[in-house]
């Protein structure tokens, strides 16, 4: 059977569209990547100047925003564990409901965050509602909509610091494996930091 020349052309056209897309969505791909490497060096950079001194809520700060930037996300929060009540309580949080949410309090077993720092486990989940862990109970509270997440435990040996939780992807993408990474590793800078910061506050308690 011949095949109609309008056919062939049209299913080229296809592919030519098809082909665009999937090339723009590696070039946005490489360039979260390129992010991320410039946000964890930055990230080494702001470790390296907190020996010599620091603010404890000027370098959370800093740490949260370099989070999202490396894993292209406007909105994220750093939850610490409230040693005292054994509560999660929203330390830091960058984005649309930062004023409703920060210091925010919930209990340590509260959906995928309370999940995270009771298991030491990272988790991505690009679909919350489909998630036996997640909880809309923070949603409901301050009025958000959340859609995907990651979050990754801040610890060490001794201690459990809390997690990072970053939420809702700018590019339209995914969250992925790569971004969940990138995470893990910058968990880990904020738990190096964090506990750096009280062993400046012991010794500096000490001296006094």
Do not use: Y
Request: net charge negative.
């Amino acid at each position: 059977m011949a095949i109609d020349r309008r056919d062939i052309v049209q299913m080229l056209k296809r592919e030519i569209e098809d082909l665009k897309a999937r090339n723009q969505k590696l070039d946005a791909r490489i360039k979260r990547h390129q992010q991320a490497f410039r946000a964890l060096n930055r990230m080494d950079e702001t470790m390296r100047a907190m020996r010599s001194g620091f603010d404890l809520k000027r370098l959370i700060t800093d740490l949260l925003a370099l989070v999202l930037h490396a894993c292209d996300s406007e909105n994220g929060s750093l939850i610490l564990v409230d040693d005292d009540t054994d509560e999660l309580v929203f330390a830091e949080v960058v984005g649309a409901a930062r004023e409703q949410l920060l210091n925010h309090r919930i209990d340590n077993d509260t959906g995928i965050v309370g999940h995270v720092v009771r298991t030491h486990q990272a988790m991505l989940v690009t679909d919350v509602q489909n998630s036996s862990k997640w909880s809309a109970e923070v949603d409901r509270v301050i009025g958000f909509n959340t859609n995907a997440l990651m979050c990754a435990p801040l610890f060490n040996s001794a201690k459990t610091f809390g997690a990072i939780e970053v939420v809702n992807i700018m590019s339209g993408d995914q969250f992925d494996d790569n971004d969940l990474a990138i995470l893990r590793v910058t968990a880990r800078f904020v738990s190096q930091a964090l506990q750096e910061a009280e062993d400046i506050t012991l010794m500096e308690g000490e001296r006094s």
